[in-house]
């Protein structure tokens, strides 16, 4: 009754009033909530039903199997071999099983071909390609710039290649983080200590017309470090808390710019991979093209109107003058004496320093108040990555197990993998989380007995359909128990390189400079220079595989664009996957596809000879891993008799049985 006669306003202002209170109060709260406190050690849940027994191969069983039990729900039956080899090939490698690769699979009597067929393909070289690109995903991986002028930055690629090799080699978890965050400190010198903290130079940043030291763009890098930070390593949106209190998670703007400051010493450092003639040579005949070009870029920043134009255009031109770059690493390093004070900044504003604040972890997941590290303590980010590497700490392993379980079944246990905080999603099975875990820390922190745990589970080997199981569709129809495989739609590289593959032109060649593809000359157009696009020589070089194309921010490949590629502007945890008509007309009318129809044509002649019965036969094994059913095989020879073999290898391209997974 009271409310009728208050004025409108009164409500908001008297919560805006109590609004520190009201978060000192969740602040507590939050400190417990289920992601800050340690791995909990769970015991193995014990099912005494002997078809349960029958069913589960490993822990990872018992722990869905539980929780469909406690639902009423039960498993999907096994997946046939030949759904399972086309699967796993996919999932490990991002390229399909050959037929031969299937038939013999499918034929063998060997009780441990499974396991077998896991080793061989987590030993592939392919894997590193196809689990790297995951993470050249979450790390936002460019090799550009971004914004208006969108510089190329010297030597990217290599940072790629270190993840590639890192992954192939099953380089353990907590030094592939320390060697991110702090190669250049703990090995100087090192090319691959150096590559490595390249983590740090892969964001956008503006130049601001050739000058990153103002206060602005400065800021602009710190924070986009620190957001990248909290987002990969931590799962956490410690961005949110820049210009105020987090709203959600017990993240103070105080422990945003104490994390932030153990960056304050970080400066970019591009080095250059030759001896000391070699640079001296390139110093020498590039001497007077550089300091007109600093001397341009000085003007720059007080020019307005047409003699900026002017400038712009002439800095372009002498850029253009310079010879090609030596052999580069793009890299950090630690500049104490150009060390930027750190403050609490209101409203995220620069212009507006507040407290200033030195280096600690956040107040949550301190186990005991500790103070702020003096600021001339060396070695920041070693530090830094200690505390993220520590055991103790309860994010690390949770956040990075949590992405391999994510990308073998399209949805991590805690679905918002970059968010563990209290606006995130609950975890779905948050014994098995910690279970997996613990495993993970007690094998070294390596990645391959991790894939290896989770593929040799039954929850992984089932179909992808239970068409007797109406309760589960009914009673989870976003399958996040896992009662039956999630069917997935291949992503964009997968398509193109399996297309690639399906040609008989996949080029296997790994590492080396970023590969640049012809494109239609009016996207090169809008950039901010048209030479930035400098198309690959040898022809051959544009049917490697998708990871080694260029990747620049402003200039995405028409095909890899439209089946959701991300834009890298930020860290992508999860791919989307869309489906719209660009799709289908890129499919049915783009170059690349256009192109590889006609190799594929080519092929299942050469494959299966002028027969059109035999052709539809070998193209289906070829795309679907499997025989056609008898009216797929009656459609497609009526298609052959009235269309060419290209055509029909173009629709095969288009089929829901080449593009989907079971």
């Given at each position: 009754m009271v409310a009728r006669f208050l004025p409108p306003w009164f409500i908001p202002a008297f919560l805006l009033l109590l609004y520190p209170t009201l978060r000192g109060q969740a602040g507590e709260t939050e400190k417990i909530h289920w992601s800050f406190q340690r791995h909990q050690r769970p015991a193995i849940p014990q099912l005494s039903d002997s078809s349960h027994r029958f069913w589960m191969r490993n822990a990872v069983d018992a722990f869905i199997l539980a929780r469909l039990d406690r639902e009423g729900l039960w498993p999907?039956?096994?997946?046939?071999?030949?759904?399972?080899?086309?699967?796993?090939?996919?999932?490990?490698?991002?390229?399909?099983?050959?037929?031969?690769?299937?038939?013999?699979?499918?034929?063998?009597?060997?009780?441990?071909?499974?396991?077998?067929?896991?080793?061989?393909?987590?030993?592939?070289?392919?894997?590193?390609?196809?689990?790297?690109?995951?993470?050249?995903?979450?790390?936002?991986?460019?090799?550009?710039?971004?914004?208006?002028?969108?510089?190329?930055?010297?030597?990217?690629?290599?940072?790629?290649?270190?993840v590639i090799r890192a992954f192939n080699e099953d380089k353990p978890y907590d030094q592939f983080v320390r060697e991110q965050l702090a190669g250049d400190e703990i090995a100087p010198g090192q090319v691959d200590m150096e590559t490595a903290v390249g983590f740090y130079r892969l964001g956008a940043i503006r130049r601001n017309a050739g000058n990153p030291k103002v206060a602005f763009s400065r800021n602009e890098v710190l924070s986009e470090m620190t957001d990248s930070i909290g987002a990969v390593f931590l799962g956490l949106t410690v961005g949110c808390a820049r210009c105020h209190d987090h709203k959600f998670d017990d993240f103070s703007q105080a422990d945003y710019y104490r994390l932030q400051a153990f960056l304050a010493q970080t400066q970019e450092h591009d080095i250059v991979l030759a001896d000391t003639k070699t640079k001296a040579?390139?110093?020498?005949?590039?001497?007077?093209?550089?300091?007109?070009?600093?001397?341009?870029?000085?003007?720059?920043?007080?020019?307005?109107?047409?003699?900026?134009?002017?400038?712009?255009?002439e800095l372009a031109q002498m850029q253009r003058g310079l010879p090609p770059p030596l052999p580069t690493i793009s890299s950090v390093h630690d500049v104490p004496s150009e060390r930027t004070p750190i403050h609490v900044l209101k409203r995220g504003d620069p212009d507006r320093t507040g407290k200033p604040v030195g280096m600690r972890v956040p107040s949550a997941?301190?186990?005991?108040?500790?103070?702020?590290?003096?600021?001339?303590?060396?070695?920041?980010?070693?530090?830094?990555?200690?505390?993220?590497?520590?055991?103790?700490?309860?994010?690390?392993?949770?956040v990075l197990v949590n992405r391999v379980w994510q990308y073998h079944f399209g949805k991590g246990i805690v679905a918002t993998s970059n968010d563990f905080g209290i606006n995130g999603s609950r975890p779905s099975h948050l014994e098995l989380l910690d279970y997996l875990s613990n495993e993970f820390l007690a094998n070294g922190r390596r990645l391959k007995p991790l894939h290896r745990l989770i593929l040799l589970s039954s929850t992984y080997r089932q179909a992808s359909r239970s068409p007797d199981n109406a309760?589960?569709?009914?009673?989870?129809?976003?399958?996040?128990?896992?009662?039956?495989?999630?069917?997935?739609?291949?992503?964009?590289?997968?398509?193109?390189?399996a297309m690639l593959s399906l040609a008989?032109?996949?080029?296997?060649?790994?590492?080396?400079?970023?590969?640049?593809?012809?494109?239609?000359?009016?996207?090169?157009?809008?950039?901010?220079?048209?030479?930035?696009?400098?198309?690959?020589?040898?022809?051959?070089?544009?049917?490697?595989?998708?990871?080694?194309?260029?990747?620049?921010?402003?200039?995405?490949?028409?095909?890899?664009?439209?089946?959701?590629?991300?834009?890298?502007?930020?860290?992508?945890?999860?791919?989307?996957?869309?489906?719209?008509?660009?799709?289908?007309?890129?499919?049915?009318?783009?170059?690349?596809?256009?192109?590889?129809a006609g190799a594929f044509a080519q092929r299942l002649e050469q494959d299966a000879g002028s027969d059109p019965a035999s052709q539809v036969e070998r193209a289906y094994l070829l795309a679907a891993g499997r025989v056609p059913t008898p009216r797929e095989k009656e459609l497609a020879v009526k298609f052959l008799a009235k269309q060419p073999l290209s055509e029909f290898a173009l629709a095969v391209f288009n089929l829901n049985a080449f593009l989907y997974v079971d």
């Open positions: 999907a039956p096994a997946a046939d071999r030949r759904t399972l080899i086309r699967r796993i090939c996919f999932d490990l490698t991002g390229l399909p099983p050959t037929p031969e690769q299937i038939d013999a699979f499918v034929a063998s009597r060997d009780p441990l071909a499974y396991e077998k067929l896991v080793d061989r393909l987590l030993s592939s070289p392919h894997y590193g390609e196809r689990w790297g690109r995951h993470w050249l995903d979450v790390v936002r991986f460019a090799e550009t710039e971004g914004f208006e002028y969108d510089r190329h930055r010297p030597g990217a690629w290599r940072y790629r290649d270190y040579d390139w110093e020498s005949r590039t001497q007077k093209i550089q300091a007109e070009i600093k001397r341009i870029k000085q003007a720059l920043e007080t020019a307005e109107g047409e003699n900026r134009l002017r400038m712009r255009a997941l301190l186990t005991a108040m500790t103070p702020e590290l003096p600021l001339q303590t060396e070695a920041p980010r070693s530090l830094l990555a200690a505390w993220i590497n520590d055991p103790d700490n309860p994010l690390t392993a949770r309760l589960g569709r009914r009673k989870d129809p976003d399958n996040r128990l896992l009662w039956h495989y999630p069917r997935r739609r291949l992503d964009a590289e997968e398509i193109r390189d008989d032109k996949l080029n296997r060649k790994a590492g080396g400079p970023s590969v640049v593809v012809p494109v239609a000359d009016d996207l090169i157009q809008l950039l901010y220079d048209p030479k930035q696009w400098p198309v690959t020589a040898d022809a051959a070089e544009y049917d490697r595989r998708s990871v080694y194309l260029l990747v620049k921010r402003n200039l995405r490949l028409p095909f890899l664009e439209v089946f959701d590629q991300p834009d890298a502007a930020t860290s992508c945890p999860r791919r989307a996957s869309s489906t719209h008509a660009l799709q289908a007309l890129e499919l049915l009318n783009g170059p690349t596809t256009h192109r590889l």
